[in-house]
């Protein structure tokens, strides 16, 4: 015969196993802190600094191109001046093909103005009619030595003209790269800062759940 087996009834709650799930302030706090000082540090943080930097980098490029073109192009005036006020020059040879002769490969170079010069005098002093021209009877001319001198003396002054014109766009530029850097400099440390207050929130909170977790045990142990 079977035997029929009769269930106590009496089951104290305590005996029933529960888990408890407690998520305090302190607790969402902590993982807060943990995700935001993630985000900022292994996100945020490089991206702007990446972003910042790619800025930076790009005005100080767009800068130093505007200042070699400024220059460039002063120096190309300064060596065509050059010419134009050499002494009876302009009597023989027209600004156009001056203009067309010097250019941002040359300016800078004493040849150029020692080969202008000495075809200048070959083509108009040869010929009778302008060989009385004050160009061909100028002292510069008649003498090499004198000519070269002079020449070195318009291609030196091109390139001084040209680096005061550089030097004056940097000038003008530098109090805005100066700005851009300060301002990238702050940024990324402020947000550094804010990655370290969050870590240090984040392990303080974690070390007191931990202290308070070791409490309750012990008193369970006791109990």
Same mark, same amino acid.
């Given at each position: 015969m ?14 029933i ?6 998520k =305090? ?5 902590e993982?807060g ?8 540090g ?8 990446l972003?910042s ?11 130093t191109q505007t200042?070699l ?17 050499f002494?009876?020059? =302009?009597?023989?040879?027209?600004d156009?093909?001056?203009? =067309?002769?010097?250019?941002?490969a ?8 020692v080969?202008?010069?000495?075809d200048?005098?070959?083509t ?15 002292s510069?001319? =008649?003498s ?6 002079r020449?070195?003396?318009?291609a ?20 805005v790269?100066?700005g851009?850097n ?12 804010i990655?370290l207050v969050m ?12 202290k ?5 045990k ?6």
């Amino acid at each position: 015969m079977d035997k029929i087996v009769t269930l106590d009834t009496d089951i104290q709650s305590d005996a029933i196993p529960a888990c408890v799930c407690e998520k =305090s302030l302190a607790d969402k706090v902590e993982k807060g802190c943990l995700r935001c000082g993630g985000l900022l540090g292994g996100g945020i943080a490089p991206g702007w600094g990446l972003v910042s930097g790619l800025g930076y980098v790009g005005w100080t490029n767009y800068v130093t191109q505007t200042a070699l073109q400024k220059g460039i192009e002063e120096g190309v005036k300064a060596g065509i001046e050059g010419l134009k006020v050499f002494p009876g020059l =302009s009597r023989l040879i027209k600004d156009s093909q001056i203009q =067309s002769f010097i250019n941002p490969a040359n300016y800078f170079k004493e040849m150029t103005y020692v080969s202008f010069l000495q075809d200048a005098k070959k083509t108009h002093c040869s010929a009778s009619p302008t060989s009385n021209e004050p160009f061909c009877n100028s002292s510069f001319i =008649s003498s090499e030595s004198e000519l070269s001198d002079r020449a070195a003396g318009i291609a030196n002054y091109a390139t001084e003209i040209a680096e005061l014109a550089e030097t004056d766009v940097l000038d003008k530029a530098a109090p805005v790269t100066s700005g851009l850097n300060t301002a990238i400099i702050a940024s990324i440390v402020a947000i550094v800062v804010i990655v370290l207050v969050m870590v240090i929130i984040y392990l303080i909170l974690r070390y007191r759940r931990k202290k308070k977790q070791k409490k309750k045990k012990i008193h369970k142990q006791k109990i």
